[in-house]
């Protein structure tokens, strides 16, 4: 009889190529439409008749798809944690040995910021999950923190983290549901690293904003503006060109495209553009793990000091994750 399981590894490579694929074609549907819809080379009935049909069908679809491989990707890399929580549970627990539970332990917690960048893109969205994920980790002394992941913004209008919901954000008010979870979650007090891409980062920001966490000791966000008077060490990764950022110009009062100067607990890590792009387009979708490399070889690893201050909690989160929770929608989840 053949062994029943996965080659976990594989199963997270497919993933990969599936979310690049999405991102690709993400990055071509934007430049596909932008033409479509450039009155400048095209008017009349037909022209408008066109665009019409483009709108309803053909961009629908190009979405479909995108959607369709990212949730692809998601279900890979959820079958994926479930084989490797399997293959490393008590195996006497598994043979009947006596014992009646299995203790989980999913993977060592990021040991530099690329770690933190690829787990909050492995973040699942869409459909009935959120973009949240919380992860419980365990020092050598015992001792518990948890990280909590937050997605960026998704095509589909419908789900959680849509585009409408940088509107709610970026009037600084928190997602209620989500924040009445990670309440629930985490036992007040407790030490938190928030981490955020895109939206995820706007609505961190918020969450710590809220004090409802009592704790937070560290905040890392990809491609976000930076919330004015958060005096929580804080790491922003940012490409100058990068267009989310700039959304700050909105309220100002609230928000700024970079961290405001004087404040030695929040800084921004910057790089020159590396890919083509509009309105830092390229980076903001390809150009983070890039960004997270250099950081662990100049920022991290160095110690630069312009950054000590600011990345003061990183450290503090390394042990093993033996409880993670994906919040749905509604903010339903449990341990």
């Known amino acids: 009889m053949g062994v029943i399981g996965a080659d976990v590894d594989e199963l997270r490579t497919t993933a ?23 009155r400048g080379i095209w008017v009349g009935r037909d022209a408008d008749g066109f665009r019409s049909e483009w709108n309803a069908h053909s961009s ?13 990707a998601d279900a890979l890399r959820r079958n ?21 539970s299995v203790k989980a332990c999913y993977e060592a917690a990021p040991t530099g910021v690329r770690g933190l960048w690829d787990e909050v ?15 419980k980790v365990v020092d050598a ?54 981490v955020g891409y895109s939206q995820g980062g706007i609505d961190a920001q918020n969450i710590a904003a809220s004090g409802i966490l009592g704790n937070i000791t560290q905040i890392v966000t990809f491609g976000s503006p930076v919330r004015n008077g958060l005096d929580v060490p804080a790491i922003h990764f940012q490409y100058p060109q990068d267009i989310v950022p700039s959304a700050a110009a909105v309220r100002p009062d609230l928000w700024s495209g970079s961290p405001t100067a004087g404040s030695a607990n929040v800084r921004a890590f910057t790089a020159e553009p590396s890919l083509f792009t509009v309105f830092g387009l390229g980076e ?52």
């Open 16 to 38: 990969t190529q599936l979310i690049r694929a999405a991102d690709q074609l993400q990055k071509s549907a934007a430049a596909l439409n932008a033409s479509v819809m450039n």
């Open 60 to 72: 629908t679809s190009l979405n479909s798809a995108i959607i369709a491989l990212r949730d692809g």
């Open 80 to 100: 994926a944690d479930a084989q490797e929580q399997v293959s490393r549970a008590d195996p006497v627990a598994l043979t009947g040995g006596g014992v009646s």
């Open 121 to 135: 893109q492995d973040t699942p969205d869409g459909g009935d999950m959120s973009g949240y994920r919380i992860q």
């Open 141 to 194: 002394t015992g001792a518990e923190r948890y990280i909590v992941y937050i997605g960026g913004t998704t095509l589909n209008p419908f789900e959680h983290q849509s585009w409408g919901g940088n509107v709610a954000g970026i009037s600084g008010i928190p997602d209620q549901e989500q924040l009445n979870a990670i309440n629930r979650l985490i036992p007040y007090g407790a030490d938190v690293m928030l």
């Open 284 to 335: 903001h979708v390809g150009g983070y793990g890039a960004l997270s490399d250099e950081w662990d070889k100049t920022g991290g690893a160095d110690g630069n000091p312009k950054f000590s201050s600011a990345a003061s909690g990183l450290e503090s989160f390394r042990g093993d994750v033996v409880g993670q929770v994906d919040i749905n929608n509604d903010g339903t989840g449990s341990w």
